[in-house]
Structures are given as structure tokens and as C-alpha cells.
């Protein structure tokens, strides 16, 4: 079982930063690939970013990309998105989650979730 916390997010202006973080106490963090996901109300949960086991390959929704950057550091047993440029419609809750198999787009790849961490941006 994984089990991930992220933190991080909070109220900003639109065009600032934030960077969220999960974290699992886990000891196999470093053979999962991890995503970012969102949900902004009454909208389904949509892709944000991936990045495989090693961080060697990373994948962005065209709506993040050149704008967001995530990282990891498997020695933190920690998954980083970096958040720039912000824009009102980047609010919603975002989500981290691992899978080992597979470093997908769909939620459907992913086995493990986090609670959820809210991103206000305001305008």
C-alpha cells in the first residue's frame, strides 16, 4: 500500500507560483511513476503531468505546458509540480498519484491517490 500526502497549495494572483509536493513514507517510492491530476468543481478530474520511475521521461497536458514542471526526488520519497505563470483557470484540487505499471494520461492508470491539496488562483 502507498500512501500519498501532498501540500502545498493555497490562494494566489494570477501570473504567481506555487509548488506542491506528495510525499509517501513508503520505501519503494523510487519504482513508481507518478502523476498530477486536477478537478476543478463540477468538472471531471483531468491529466496534468507524469514522470516515469526514474525521472528520466515526463509528459505535460498542453494546458500546463511551458508553465508547470514536475520533479522528483526519489531520496525525499518526494514528487514536485512546479507552478508558474497561474492563470484563474488553474484552480481546482490537485491530485498526485503512483502507479507502477503505467506512466498514462488516464486516472484509470493510476492505483494510488492522494487526498487532494486546493489551488485558488484569482484574477
Known amino acids: 500500500q502507498v500512501q500519498l500526502v501532498e501540500s502545498g497549495g493555497g490562494l494566489v494572483q494570477a501570473g504567481g507560483s506555487l509548488r506542491l509536493s506528495c510525499t509517501t513514507s513508503?520505501?519503494?517510492?523510487?519504482?513508481?511513476?507518478m502523476g498530477w491530476f486536477r478537478q476543478a468543481p463540477g468538472k471531471a478530474r483531468e491529466f496534468v503531468a507524469v514522470i516515469t520511475w526514474n525521472g528520466k521521461n515526463t509528459g505535460y497536458a498542453d494546458s500546463v505546458k511551458g508553465r508547470f514542471t514536475i520533479s522528483r526526488d526519489n531520496a525525499k520519497n518526494t514528487v514536485y509540480l512546479q507552478m508558474n505563470s497561474l492563470r484563474p483557470e488553474d484552480t481546482a484540487v490537485y491530485y498526485c498519484a503512483a502507479d507502477q505499471r503505467y506512466s498514462g494520461t488516464s486516472s484509470a492508470d493510476y492505483d494510488y491517490w492522494g487526498q487532494g491539496t486546493q489551488v485558488t488562483v484569482s484574477s
Open positions: 513508503g520505501r519503494t517510492f523510487g519504482l513508481y511513476n
